[in-house]
C-alpha cells in the first residue's frame, strides 16, 4: 500500500552526512512528502516536511527532485542518536498516511 | 507535559479478554488516530477520527472499537483479545485533519501489548 519506496538500510560514520532517499512516483500536486523517524521502542517522531522547495530544519534537510517523483533527506553530520527507522511519506487530503517498511539507519562511531 | 500520552504503556493479558488503551492529546488537534505496528515494524493505521467523527475505518476485525468522548481523547477497546492482536498500538494526533496535508503527526510513546 505504501506509495514511497526506500532502502531497507544504510549504514553511516558518525559525523558524516547522510543522505536518505526516497521514491515517490505516484505522488499528485497537492501532496506534501513528510519524513518521520522512530528510534528503537519509541513512538515516530516528526522530521520534516514540504511540497516543491528544498526545506531545512534544525533536524535536518529536504531535497525535493523537480519532478517531484523523488526526494533526500539530509543529516548534515550524523549521531549515535540519530540511529533509528526512517520514514518517508506522501501525505493525503484524507490523512489516510501509509506507512511503508522505511530505511533503517545504523550509526557507526 | 506529554503532548500524546497513551496508558498503558505495557499489558499483558489472556486471550479472550477485554481490555482498553486510553489516548489522550493536549495540543488543541482536531484529528486522532490509533496505529498498529506490528512485529514486522510496519505501522498500520486503524482508525481516524476528526472532531470525534469517525473518517477512516481501515479493515480492522470489529472485536476493536474506537471511542472518542471528545476531541482530546480517542481510546481503543478491544474484545475477545487474541493472540494475533499482539503489538504495539500508538495513539497519534494531528490539527485541522483532512483539509491539509501537510500537517504534521504527533505519536504517543506507544502501548505494547501481549496476548498470552
Known amino acids: 500500500d505504501a506509495k514511497t519506496t526506500q532502502p531497507n538500510s544504510m549504514e553511516s560514520n558518525e559525523e558524516e552526512p547522510v543522505h536518505l532517499p526516497c521514491n515517490h512516483s505516484t505522488i499528485s500536486g497537492t501532496d506534501y512528502i513528510h519524513w518521520y523517524r522512530q528510534l528503537p521502542s519509541q513512538g515516530p517522531e516528526y522530521v520534516i516536511h514540504g511540497l516543491t522547495s528544498n526545506v531545512n530544519n534544525r533536524m535536518a534537510s529536504l531535497a525535493i527532485a523537480e519532478d517531484r517523483k523523488s526526494s533526500t533527506l539530509i543529516l548534515h553530520r550524523a549521531t549515535l542518536r540519530d540511529a533509528a527507522v526512517y520514514y518517508c511519506i506522501t501525505k493525503t487530503s484524507y490523512d489516510k498516511v501509509i506507512f511503508g517498511p522505511g530505511t533503517s539507519l545504523s550509526v557507526i562511531p | 507535559d506529554t503532548a500524546v500520552s497513551q496508558t498503558p504503556k505495557y499489558l499483558v493479558t489472556q486471550m479472550g479478554n477485554d481490555k482498553s488503551i486510553k489516548c489522550e492529546q493536549n495540543l488543541g488537534h482536531d484529528t486522532m488516530y490509533w496505529y498498529k505496528q506490528d512485529s514486522k515494524k510496519f505501522l498500520k493505521i486503524m482508525f481516524s477520527y476528526n472532531n470525534k467523527e469517525l473518517i477512516i475505518n481501515e479493515t480492522v476485525p470489529n472485536r476493536f472499537s474506537p471511542k472518542s468522548p471528545d476531541k482530546a481523547h480517542l481510546n481503543l477497546h478491544i474484545n475477545s483479545l487474541e493472540l494475533g492482536d499482539s503489538a504495539v498500538y500508538f495513539c497519534?494526533?494531528?490539527?485541522?485533519?483532512?483539509?491539509?496535508?501537510?500537517?504534521?503527526?504527533?505519536f504517543g510513546e506507544g502501548s505494547w501489548l501481549t496476548v498470552v
Open positions: 497519534a494526533s494531528s490539527p485541522t485533519g483532512a483539509r491539509h496535508s501537510g500537517n504534521t503527526i504527533y
